[in-house]
């Protein structure tokens, strides 16, 4: 299942498409990351500074639609 999940105090949007071994990480733009396993499969991608790139209020929609709170009030993500 893909995840996306942002850290508001990375600012830093992480987007998981399969888990996997790391082979290569590319730098596809500068500051957006992507990690691709031994037959090229992308696996991860980060884009930092995500805020500037994305928009304040797309990095904000993202974190409401991941951010459950559970009954002790710990944070918990879920998968989108």
Do not use: W
């Not at 942002?6 to 730098?27: N, Q, W």
């Not at 031994?38 to 928009?55: M, N």
């Amino acid at each position: 299942h893909m995840k996306i999940i942002y850290d508001p105090y990375a600012d830093a949007l992480s987007i998981t498409f399969r888990k996997g071994k790391v082979k290569k990480t590319l730098e596809i733009a500068p500051e957006i990351l992507l990690d691709i396993d031994s037959k090229s499969r992308p696996l991860y991608l980060e884009i930092l500074g995500a805020k500037e790139k994305l928009g304040k209020s797309a990095t904000e929609e993202i974190s409401m639609r991941n951010l459950i709170f559970n009954k002790n009030r710990s944070k918990t993500f879920i998968p989108v």
